[in-house]
């Protein structure tokens, strides 16, 4: 029994049309991805909360620099990733906010408004969700570290929850 050699040219075409349906598929999905409902509400909620933080910095002042509320959105991303959470880092991270204008910076320096988080053990095998600040603590935390970070913000005055 003799077996027929395809040749390189049949796998270089059959390589082509591959490449070129998945990138038709890629493009296809992100022009859908564009229109969807998602996209409006992350652009009315970037909105939002630029709104807000612009009206509380005329009543309250920022505590910090910007660069204190990126250093802290990367410490809490941080001890989000990966197997398990540093709740102590998260906690103390709040602790240190005094107003509405701080939670409001550091939510804002979270992301736009939000920040791609991956799930524990799976950091290598999936692409990550994109979530706000207070999803992603909602997603990792148990409800008692919850249930502490909003009385951390009650017992400033800040009227913001997790």
Excluded: C, H
């Amino acid at each position: 029994m003799e077996t027929q050699k395809i040749s390189p040219d049949t796998w270089l075409k059959l390589g082509m049309y591959v490449a070129t349906g998945l990138g038709v598929a890629y493009g296809v999905k992100k022009v859908l991805d564009y229109w969807k409902p998602e996209k409006k509400r992350e652009n009315t909620e970037k909105k939002q909360i630029e709104t807000e933080l612009e009206a509380s910095e005329k009543q309250q002042k920022a505590t910090y620099p910007t660069s204190q509320y990126s250093s802290w959105a990367d410490a809490i991303a941080g001890a989000i990733y990966g197997a398990g959470t540093d709740e102590l880092t998260i906690v103390n991270i709040f602790r240190q906010l005094k107003n509405n204008t701080d939670y409001l910076k550091l939510v804002k320096a979270w992301g736009n408004p939000k920040r791609r988080v991956f799930p524990d053990f799976f950091v290598f095998y999936d692409t990550g969700y994109l979530m706000t600040l207070p999803q992603a603590l909602r997603e990792d935390l148990s409800t008692f570290w919850i249930n502490k970070i909003n009385s951390i913000l009650k017992s400033k005055k800040i009227k913001y929850r997790v």
